[in-house]
């Protein structure tokens, strides 16, 4: 099968297009995410013959996440798709070489209720694959307008919400699910629809777990210069395109994504940040007109090895604080029921994919969520278990923006978590 991709190691080839109408997706302006136009699209074969990945950029100005789509085999034949992207020409033709060996799309699933990034791909995708049955997650909204789903592209004849009961599913023979939520959060709900895919023993979520890898995703390599522009120290650094750089570039921009304002990061004031920008090196279009208001700590990599957990499965910062902590009780009776499934790797939308786990480590992921035990005392007490957790001076960007919400009733304050009554 045909595939687009490009490794680190491949940088020495001749330059590609910058632009094509194969990669064009006009409809950015909706929702304008980088690459805006233009999106490229990687496949991958995650098992031969079973499951595939769809992969595509999207961010804000240069601080990039990749995006994924996932494409399973049903045992009868036929196409299972999980979280649409933009189907650009290239997706499509993609998608229809699978199509050519392995049968029609049958199902497509929109797994999330207010992840804008994931819903306004699924309208334009069902409708290359019209005989397919498009199910969505319940709870569905939009903010700031709450629109119908069919202005989103979505088909009434071919949509529907996916019950409550997995098994009232066509597709339960080979499926579960367990649906997160709703969450309450003010404007509106979070919720999120885990797949687990019984035969090849794979987990597909799309916003709860992630995996941080410590180099770039393939993906990245499409559009490596917002890498190049992360992995300079200030306005004034000239940073050589290397496999090392790119790295250095990629794991910062991954600190910005997940904790907006790290403690490793000095923000540079306005007067400063333009003074600094008429002598910088490179003042193009591409580089901000050396426009460069942050300038980073020497010991950033403490901030991301510390935040990368050993590339564990884990909730990333801005949804333990600001959303999975909203309801507790909630999120960990989901978090043990897909605990209970016997799955081996986890495919999320975003980051790393395909993650080799069990499920006992995706229910350590949510243990800051669990009741705390009664502290022991005395000289041959036990030391008690300690949750993952991220370090407080990497948190308190966000531990400003929930005050701010909070106190401006934006959204409901975090539940406190319950202490145990008795020690286990």
């Known amino acids: 099968m045909a595939t687009t991709q490009r490794s680190e190691q491949n940088q020495s080839e001749p330059k590609q297009p910058q632009r ?22 990687l496949c991958r074969e995650i ?44 997706c499509i033709r993609l998608v229809k070489d699978l199509i050519e060996q392995h049968g029609e799309i049958k199902y497509i699933i929109l797994p999330t209720a207010s992840g804008i990034e994931h819903k306004v791909f699924t309208g334009p995708f069902s409708k290359w694959f019209p005989q397919a049955q498009v199910f969505v997650s319940p709870s569905q909204w939009t903010f700031p307008l709450n629109i119908p789903l ?51 023993k794979t987990l597909l979520v799309t916003d709860s777990i992630v995996s941080i890898p410590v180099n770039p995703p393939q993906v990245l390599q499409f559009a490596p210069y917002p890498m190049l522009f992360h992995a300079k120290d200030n306005a004034f650094d000239v940073v050589e395109d290397t496999p090392t750089v790119r790295r250095k570039g990629w794991q910062r921009m991954a600190l910005f994504a997940f904790y907006f304002q790290p403690s490793v990061l000095d923000v540079v004031n306005t007067k400063q940040t333009f003074k600094d920008a008429r002598k910088a090196p490179d003042r193009s279009k591409k580089a ?42 909630v999120v960990l009776q989901w978090a043990d029921r897909v605990a209970q499934w016997n799955f081996r790797r986890i495919i999320p939308c975003h980051l790393d994919a395909p993650v080799m786990t069990t499920p006992q480590k995706f229910s350590q992921a949510f243990d800051f969520l669990r009741p705390l035990p009664p502290p022991k005392r005395g000289w041959f007490a036990k030391k008690q278990p300690i949750s993952v957790s991220f370090p407080k001076e990497d948190m308190a960007f966000l531990d400003r923006v929930d005050r701010f919400l909070c106190d401006r009733n934006i959204t409901p304050p975090a539940k406190p978590l319950p202490r145990e009554t008795s020690e286990q």
Do not use: C
């Open 20 to 41: 094509s109408r194969d990669w064009s997706w006009p409809y950015w302006p909706f929702v304008p995410l980088y690459p805006y136009s233009q999106r490229r699209t």
């Open 47 to 90: 098992i031969k013959g079973k499951i595939w990945t769809f992969e595509q950029l999207q961010g804000i100005l240069y601080v990039i996440i990749p995006v994924r789509m996932t494409v399973i085999k049903l045992a009868a034949g036929g196409l299972l798709v999980y979280a649409p992207v933009a189907p650009t020409r290239e």
């Open 150 to 200: 069919s202005w989103l592209g979505l088909s009434r004849r071919q949509t529907q919400e996916l019950p409550a009961n997995s098994a009232d599913t066509p597709f339960a023979d080979e499926f579960d699910y367990a649906i997160l939520g709703p969450v309450d959060l003010g404007l509106g709900p979070f919720e999120e629809v885990a797949l687990f895919h019984k035969q090849s």
């Open 288 to 329: 901000y007109f050396g426009l460069f208001p942050v300038q980073w700590n020497p010991d950033w990599k403490r901030a991301f090895d510390a935040f990368r957990q050993d590339g564990n499965p884990i909730v990333a910062p801005i949804l333990r604080k600001l959303i999975f902590n909203r309801n507790p009780e």
